[in-house]
């Protein structure tokens, strides 16, 4: 057999699936691609996660867009993080174009135009479904992997979470958390001590100042009540087309910490409530995380080794991961190893810095007798990537120039009203967009100072004045101490009552 005909018995044998599958695009080979050579990916190793890259403007947006039509189209929902905003046009059907047409005819792949079940989702004020978790759900060991906080700060965090538990007081949001702290390290300071132990006010002073820095960085908008129900991520419409779950994310790109708090505690929430799946034929859920590097480069290290252990254990959850960013060097040695699909657009070098990643990515892919990698890497055309996969028996495939298929929804971002029609009929809207601010830790804790206070008055006004030349009684000196301690908590809880206000608005 000459070249080609090997080229094409390689990329079907690599390619081939027994059970469904879904199908990217079509081989290239010697910049021409072979109509005969579909790029199939089975949906059984879809759980093993994966990675899209390349440079801006080289087509990954609509190979995520691909790739989450067929899933849907195989009754498999979505979870979209779109920080761009250039993903909503999933929604409405595209438009048959000659261009589009003239692709798919050269890898023989029928075009249709198609529109997807689509909700939208928010971690802010924008409109859509509102993603909302507890500081409770969070735990105190993966509240404190989000500060940044040490050994001896952490320590003090599950404290907290302990003493609340054991007083029946719901720490919902960053106000309840903030007014625990406030509570140990004056009026409560003795109480704690009994129980727990002594607690440094230099601690409890970090870590108020971390919790701060979180909600500046929208964290108060995102702890809360309605809490969101990860069984509404997994939602099948009645033409049997997987949910396409898109999170608007574009006034948060400034907020990493807030951006990584919430992914943390999605994936964390997945894991801990989904049953094990096992070698199931297809996943229950597909994830994509635009523009990753936020995440990385703003993690610390306790954040990163959760992130790398979630990605390891997830799969046996019926989950996949797919991270998406410019250069695969910006994901973690740790949890690239964890990627079984790398979809590769081109890679630009402007610089020797620029050289020297493409040669450190080149070297990530398996060999091929028919490319040279790292020269290919730079020639790639929109549209086109190198892409490598595991097969039904997790044997990394051939590594493969693709022409990626066009979209079959709309190539462009949804107008305004488009927007309130699909949140005017959505049923999540509905059911997340009351905000529930029931009895917790910080009304718990002000009725107890405020019991406190009212039984010092009485106590004051029911003993009997007494004078004397030595100076004031014993029970003048406490009740003095006790008002002078309540007096200062009543302003400090006015402080924070006028600060949530402000966030409020």
Request: hydrophobic letters at 40%; aromatic letters at 6%.
């Amino acid at each position: 057999m000459n070249k080609k005909e090997n080229f094409i018995a390689d990329i079907k044998t690599g390619y081939s699936s027994k059970g469904d599958s879904i199908i990217l695009g079509g081989a290239i080979l010697d910049g021409e691609p072979i109509a005969e050579a579909h790029v199939k990916i089975p949906l059984k190793t879809l759980n093993r996660h994966g990675l899209i890259a390349g440079a801006t403007g080289t087509g990954k947006t609509k190979t995520i867009q691909v790739f989450s039509e067929q899933l849907s189209n195989a009754g498999i929902p979505v979870l979209m993080m779109d920080i761009k905003g250039d993903f909503s046009g999933i929604a409405k059907e595209g438009k048959e174009e000659g261009f589009i047409t003239e692709r798919h005819a050269k890898i023989n792949i029928p075009y249709n135009v198609a529109a997807f079940p689509v909700e939208l989702m928010s971690l802010s004020k924008q409109n859509g479904v509102r993603l909302r978790a507890t500081v409770s759900e969070f735990g105190p060991v993966l509240f404190s992997r989000i500060l940044d906080l040490n050994d001896t700060q952490a320590g003090v965090v599950a404290v907290i979470f302990k003493y609340c538990d054991d007083n029946q007081m719901p720490l919902l949001d960053l106000k309840d958390i903030k007014k625990v702290i406030n509570y140990i390290t004056e009026e409560g300071k003795d109480e704690i001590a009994a129980s727990y132990g002594k607690i440094s006010t230099a601690t409890t002073g970090t870590i108020l100042r971390k919790i701060i820095e979180l909600e500046q960085q929208g964290g108060d908008l995102f702890f809360g009540e309605l809490s969101f129900e990860t069984d509404d991520l997994m939602r099948i419409d009645e033409n049997g087309k997987g949910y396409v779950n898109i999170i608007r994310l574009t006034d948060i790109q400034d907020k990493p910490k807030l951006f990584s708090t919430f992914m943390l505690s999605l994936l964390a929430e997945i894991y801990q409530k989904m049953p094990e799946k096992g070698d199931a034929e297809q996943p229950e859920l597909v994830i994509f995380i635009d523009e990753a590097h936020l995440i990385f480069n703003e993690a610390s290290k306790a954040l990163l080794e959760q992130i790398e252990t979630i990605v390891k254990l997830i799969r046996s959850k019926g989950v996949g991961i797919y991270f998406v960013t410019q250069n695969p060097m910006d994901v973690p040695s740790g949890v690239l190893a964890q990627l079984g699909l790398k979809i590769q657009h081109a890679l630009r070098a402007f610089t020797a810095n620029d050289r020297q990643a493409i040669k450190k990515t080149a070297d990530n892919y398996p060999t091929s007798p028919y490319y040279k990698t790292d020269e290919l890497l730079t020639s790639l055309g929109i549209g086109e990537a190198l892409v490598t996969a595991l097969n039904e028996k997790g044997i990394p495939t051939p590594l493969v120039a693709t022409m990626m298929r066009a979209p079959m929804s709309r190539m462009d971002v949804l107008s305004q009203s488009e927007i309130d029609e699909i949140n005017g009929k959505s049923k999540l809207v509905k059911k997340y967009a009351e905000e529930i601010d029931r009895e917790s830790a910080f009304e718990i804790l002000n009725k107890k100072l405020a019991d406190a206070a009212e039984a010092a008055t009485q106590q004051e006004e029911q003993a009997p004045a007494k004078t004397s030349k030595s100076g004031p009684s014993t029970t003048e000196v406490v009740t003095k101490s006790v008002l002078k301690v309540v007096t200062s908590a009543t302003f400090i809880r006015g402080v924070f009552g006028v600060l949530t206000k402000i966030f409020k608005k």
